[in-house]
Antibody, heavy 126, light 110 residues
Framework: EVQLVESGGGLVKPGGSLRLSCVASGLTFRSFSMNWVRRAPGKGLEWVSSISSSGSYIYYADSVKGRFTISRDNAKKSLYLQMSSLRAEDTAVYYC???????????????????WGKGTTVSVSS | QSVLTQPPSASGTPGQRVTISCSGSNSNIGNNAVNWYQQLPGTAPKLLIYTNNQWPSGVPARFSGSKSGTSASLAISGLQSEDEADYYCAAWDDRLNGYVFGTGTKVTVL
């Protein structure tokens, strides 16, 4: 069974840091692009970041650029999101998701996320 | 602020057909394939339609997607109570160099 399991969420003060992890099972992790997507309370889905299968190509939403760092360890079948300078507006459930893309780099005439984890909750509050 | 615009809500009675629109631009929907995700209350998002009109395994054919120019739509035929959820369109955006989700539509079964 293909499965993604996130961990590392919690309560952190504004300005603090947190590292999220996502462990994959049942899939050839090194072959796929991976993504982080979040949903804040009362808001819709927001794409956060993507990393190519090799880790060579990385993309961030403007809202997190310069504060969040995505990385992966293919040997450990793991995806990470290092979050720093956290703000109240980063409070959300964070999901990792497998990406299906035609190539490692844009243009992506198709790009979709077909396997999702259950999410981990990040709360930023003093 | 999302670059893909959806109506905030849609509703119908059981058995009816409901359509959700998604409006974008040349840099996203106009140039790239559209996908739709369903998020049931308290659960993770689920891929519902990919590359405009394809069904992942297990998704019933009463969900259908279409795209024309810079707009797309999702139709739910034979609406069922278990279809109550939030629905999002999404696509890669060439100008933003990132993935964009729609604003989301909450579907209510009356």
């Amino acid at each position: 069974e293909v499965q993604l399991v996130e961990s590392g969420g919690g309560l952190v003060k504004p300005g603090g840091s947190l590292r999220l992890s996502c462990v994959a099972s049942g899939l050839t992790f090194r072959s796929f692009s991976m993504n982080w997507v979040r949903r804040a309370p009362g808001k819709g889905l927001e794409w956060v970041s993507s990393i190519s299968s090799s880790g060579s190509y990385i993309y961030y939403a403007d809202s997190v650029k310069g504060r969040f760092t995505i990385s992966r360890d293919n040997a450990k079948k793991s995806l990470y999101l290092q979050m720093s300078s956290l703000r109240a507006e980063d409070t959300a459930v964070y999901y990792c998701a497998r990406g299906i893309v035609p190539a490692a780099t844009p243009p992506y005439d198709y790009y979709y996320m077909d396997v999702w984890g259950k999410g981990t909750t990040v709360s930023v509050s003093s | 602020q999302s670059v893909l615009t959806q109506p905030p809500s849609a509703s119908g009675t059981p058995g009816q057909r409901v359509t959700i629109s998604c409006s974008g631009s040349n840099s996203n929907i106009g140039n790239n394939a559209v996908n739709w995700y369903q998020q049931l209350p308290g659960t993770a998002p689920k891929l519902l339609i990919y590359t405009n009109n394809q069904w992942p395994s297990g998704v019933p054919a009463r969900f259908s997607g279409s795209k024309s120019g810079t707009s797309a739509s999702l139709a739910i035929s034979g609406l069922q109570s278990e279809d109550e959820a939030d629905y999002y369109c999404a696509a890669w955006d060439d100008r933003l160099n990132g993935y964009v989700f729609g604003t989301g539509t909450k579907v209510t079964v009356l």
